[in-house]
């Protein structure tokens, strides 16, 4: 079954269950997926439709702290709410001990010791190994962490 299916089989399951939350969360995502779709012209794989999956979540993530600011403790709990539903779609992120050894590995296959200078050299190939598995903003740190 592709993920396009199961969101929605998913969408048909939370409309019938009355969860609204799920509902319109799912219902968001298939309309990314469509704009997309008629964009570019093209049917969207499992893994794009994942990098959409992941982008709606770092938006939201990304807004969480703007929110918990004003003092919005209902689009907070919306929010969250909203990012457990579409992290159930995604893969397993790896832990951040498993990341610092592939930007160690990395590094080494490359001949980079340290450096600031050498972050777009190490962050590339790193995001490239990774793809989807852990956050951007994560293996920014760990690469700093690392080049320091």
Same mark, same amino acid.
């Given at each position: 079954?592709?993920?396009?299916?199961?969101?929605? &089989?998913?969408?048909?399951?939370?409309?019938?269950?009355?969860?609204?939350?799920?509902?319109?969360?799912?219902?968001?995502?298939?309309?990314? #997926?469509?704009?997309?779709?008629?964009?570019?012209?093209?049917?969207?794989?499992?893994?794009?439709?994942?990098? #959409?999956?992941? +982008?709606?979540?770092?938006?939201?993530?990304?807004?969480?702290?703007?929110?918990?600011?004003? *003092?919005?403790?209902?689009?907070?709990?919306?929010? +969250?709410?909203?990012?457990?539903?579409?992290?159930?779609?995604?893969?397993?992120?790896?832990?951040?001990?498993?990341? +610092?050894?592939?930007?160690?590995?990395?590094?080494?296959?490359?001949?980079?010791? *340290? *450096?600031?200078?050498?972050?777009?050299?190490?962050?590339?190939?790193?995001?490239?190994?990774?793809?989807?598995?852990?956050?951007?903003?994560?293996?920014?740190? &760990?690469?700093?962490?690392?080049?320091?």
């Amino acid at each position: 079954m592709t993920l396009k299916e199961q969101l929605m &089989i998913d969408f048909k399951n939370a409309m019938k269950s009355h969860n609204v939350i799920e509902k319109n969360t799912v219902n968001l995502v298939r309309a990314a #997926i469509k704009q997309v779709e008629v964009d570019t012209r093209t049917e969207l794989e499992d893994q794009d439709i994942l990098v #959409i999956i992941a +982008k709606q979540v770092k938006m939201r993530n990304d807004a969480l702290p703007d929110f918990e600011k004003a *003092g919005r403790t209902d689009l907070v709990d919306s929010y +969250k709410a909203e990012i457990e539903v579409l992290n159930k779609y995604l893969p397993e992120q790896i832990s951040e001990e498993r990341l +610092k050894e592939i930007v160690e590995e990395t590094a080494k296959s490359l001949g980079i010791n *340290g *450096g600031r200078e050498n972050m777009g050299k190490l962050m590339g190939p790193v995001m490239v190994k990774i793809k989807g598995l852990a956050d951007g903003n994560t293996v920014k740190k &760990i690469v700093m962490e690392y080049l320091s």
